[in-house]
């Protein structure tokens, strides 16, 4: 038996009863992006508005008994809505969808059949898969390679059919109907039991689904292909919006554009050339800028080289520099007999750090002055360097490090 939400995808809410409730969990992706097992109910009722996932398309939101629903999933005949409040069996309930996320997920699906089907007609292409995602859907086509003026006849022809009114029928074959091989399909779960549900564009696809569609294309509004992506071996997806997501997509780009005006100080269409010279400029920067620092750096070895503090422990922090900018004030100083502790970034916070000496001692030394500094690093060849979290903790490495030259004198 089809669902009442596949019976009628504009229904928005309607009363049925509760069949059963039993405990249940749910696996859900916390804030954190780790797996959360969340406690509550599976309930079943004797129809339902809320579309279990299946077919490429994502189940519905909504509420029953204004308890929301979290998550609805088939089960055969019947479908399982996660709640986490128990709702009694035999009681009358108000099932209401949400149905921002139910036209949308209608827009996109219908959208798909129409892509399908055209680019099934215009090039022999065949889809292998689709995806429903959160902002964008994707269509997987059996094609090594789509050019640009193949997707833009594929989005005029999709479009004129969308502005042609085109119906979209729903109908139930038997599976020993002669006209089920007509239809266009990737097969029926492993568990389906009845009759074969048909959603049909008139004049351009028949197709096996399960899922919720708009009545007449009109309803998709327009369709916007926004390019294509490589695949899986010998297949291509094509990336598309249909419906209200063009137009979400249309705002986003306008609020960019009007940002990057704002920025850039000229129009929209000279927005790319502006960019490239700001990437020009920048570029001349960060190499007269390394330079000045590798000059730095030398110049900056050389000091310490002559300094009257020279030997034991040399300590050195500065704000701005890199991993390169310590290993040349290594290099350049080329000692083996006097540890060299460099930091550079935050005097605080985070940075990075290089111990460069004798091998044996920067060996023994390097992996406690990582730990002294919250930090990781690896080493080889008298030299032990990696990231700080705790630059405020110098002091402590210092420390450590005359400990260790003091022992070692006092052993000689």
Not at 24 to 48: R, W, Y
Not at 174 to 189: A, I, K, M, N, T
Not at 241 to 270: D, F, I, Q, Y
Request: proline share 3%; hydrophobic share 35%.
């Amino acid at each position: 038996m089809a669902f009442l939400c596949q019976r009628d995808s504009y229904a928005r809410e309607f009363t049925t009863t509760v069949v059963s409730c039993r405990p249940a969990e749910l696996q859900t992706e916390g804030s954190n992006g780790k797996k959360e097992v969340v406690n509550g109910f599976h309930v079943v009722l004797e129809d339902t508005l809320l579309f279990p996932e299946g077919g490429g398309q994502p189940d519905d939101r909504g509420t029953i008994n204004d308890i929301d629903v979290l998550r609805v999933t088939r089960q055969g005949s019947q479908a399982d809505h996660f709640t986490q409040m128990p709702l009694a069996p035999g009681s009358q309930v108000q099932v209401q969808v949400d149905w921002e996320r139910r036209f949308d997920h209608m827009q996109q699906h219908s959208g798909q059949h129409l892509i399908t089907a055209v680019a099934d007609d215009l090039f022999g292409w065949k889809t292998t898969s689709w995806e429903l995602g959160r902002l964008r859907s994707v269509i997987e086509l059996d094609s090594p390679s789509v050019t640009a003026e193949q997707v833009a006849a594929i989005e005029q022809s999709v479009n004129e059919k969308i502005r042609d009114r085109l119906p979209v029928n729903v109908r139930e074959l038997s599976l020993d109907d002669p006209e089920v091989e007509q239809v266009r399909g990737r097969g029926l779960p492993d568990d389906h039991a009845g009759p074969i549900r048909v959603v049909t564009i008139e004049g351009v696809d028949s197709n096996m689904c399960c899922g919720t569609h708009v009545s007449n294309l009109s309803d998709l509004q327009v369709i916007k292909i926004l390019g294509t992506e490589k695949g899986k071996k010998n297949k291509t997806n094509l990336v598309f919006l249909a419906g209200n997501r063009v137009l979400k997509w249309m705002e986003r780009s306008h609020g960019t554009e009007k940002a990057l005006t704002a920025l850039l100080k000229c129009g929209a269409e000279e927005h790319v050339e502006a960019v490239k010279k700001l990437q020009n400029s920048t570029k001349l920067l960060q190499k007269n800028n390394l330079n000045l620092l590798r000059d730095l750096a030398v110049h900056t070895a050389h000091s310490l080289r002559n300094s009257p503090d020279w030997g034991g422990v040399v300590v050195l922090h500065r704000k701005e520099g890199d991993s390169e900018f310590m290993n040349i004030i290594a290099n350049e100083i080329g000692s083996e007999e006097t540890l060299l502790f460099l930091t550079v970034g935050d005097e605080k916070g985070a940075g990075l750090f290089l111990l460069a000496g004798p091998a044996e001692a920067v060996e023994n030394l390097g992996p406690r002055v990582a730990e002294v500094l919250e930090g990781k690093g690896a080493g080889k060849k008298g030299r032990f360097q990696g990231k700080a979290t705790k630059m405020s903790q110098r002091a402590e490495v210092q420390a450590l490090l005359q400990d260790y030259i003091s022992t070692q004198s006092a052993e000689e």
